[in-house]
């Protein structure tokens, strides 16, 4: 059974396999958190690769085959380039999709989490980022997601989250 879905999606990591070929986690209006097979994505004629950056919002069409998810095409919507030229910003947003990846169910509608997911991303490409502005992002996740009502420090934050995770978060600059 083939089911074709257009949607939204935000580029949270991407994994190369043998050949052409990645696996690209997204975060979708539609469908939540995918991991999608893109077929020979790494050809020197593709048109897909520059889109599927980390951190690049696109449209994407996903096909579904049995029980695979296959990115079958995508255009670019934005790629955030203002976050991509700041070493703090880009920091924050792989801490950011990091603990998304480890937090986020897969293939469960998440539409709040989506929506702050986007926003974040463009006040983050339009304003300076700082502790304050991380932390209060970080707690209005962990608020949506429903591990803690309560505002934490970030220093709090970060043993919460590597707590709830059972892995120590990595050590991007920020």
């Known amino acids: 059974m083939r089911k074709t879905i257009k949607t939204e999606a935000i580029v949270l990591m991407k994994r190369s396999l043998l050949g052409k070929d990645l696996i690209i986690t997204v975060f979708t209006k539609e469908l939540g958190k995918a991991r999608l097979l893109a077929k020979g994505v790494k050809k020197i004629t593709s048109r897909r690769l520059p889109h599927i950056q980390t951190g690049n919002l696109i449209k994407a069409v996903i096909n579904k085959k049995g029980e695979y998810l296959y990115l079958q ?3 670019l919507i934005s790629a955030f380039s203002n976050i991509k030229k700041d070493e703090k910003k880009v920091g924050f947003l792989y801490n950011l999709f990091f603990v998304l990846d480890r937090l986020l169910p897969e293939e469960q509608k998440e539409t709040t989490a989506y929506n702050l997911t986007k926003k974040t991303l463009i ?17 209005q996740f962990l608020s949506i997601f429903g591990y803690s009502k309560k505002n934490m420090t970030f220093d709090e934050q970060k043993l919460f989250l590597e707590e709830l995770i059972h892995e120590k978060l990595p050590n991007f600059v920020i």
């Not at 339009?126 to 992002?137: A, C, D, H, L, S």
């Open 123 to 139: 006040d983050l490409s339009k304003n300076n980022v700082t502790q304050g502005n991380i932390t209060t992002y970080v707690n």
């Open 73 to 75: 095409q995508t255009d």
